[in-house]
């Protein structure tokens, strides 16, 4: 199984920016995925996490900037980010689970790096 991020890049304080992760090597439909945050010398967090019916969930400090979706059909997982803010600065990794509730996860992408500058 791989997990293929992408659209990462460099973009300005109050620009979107929208990344994707395909997933491929795997026969079904994934339970649930997620996408997380490592900033430079912090600790990865988890940025937001949608179940195999496309439930979302996001940490209350990320409400209503950010948006994941997913598309079963194609086994793609989205992060659509709004109002970027120059602490969102981070490499965002997606990940997957054959599970459907997001509680952990044993794929991992690669990682993707977005930089937003102020």
């Known amino acids: 199984v791989q997990l293929q991020a992408s659209g990462g890049g460099l973009v300005q304080a109050g620009e979107s920016l929208t990344l994707s992760c395909a997933a491929s090597g795997y026969s079904r439909s994934f339970g649930a995925m997620a996408w997380h945050s490592q900033a430079p010398g912090k600790t990865r967090e988890l940025v937001a996490a949608?179940?195999?019916?496309?439930?979302?969930t996001y940490p209350n400090s990320l409400k209503g900037r950010f948006t994941i979706s997913r598309d079963n059909a194609q086994n793609t997982v989205y992060l659509q980010m709004n109002s970027l803010k120059s602490e969102d600065t981070a490499v965002y990794y997606c990940?997957?689970?054959?599970?459907?509730?997001?509680?952990?996860?044993?794929?991992w992408g690669q990682g993707t790096l977005v930089t937003v500058s102020s």
């Open positions: 949608i179940t195999d019916v496309g439930k979302p």
């Open positions: 990940a997957a689970t054959k599970y459907p509730s997001p509680v952990a996860y044993e794929y």
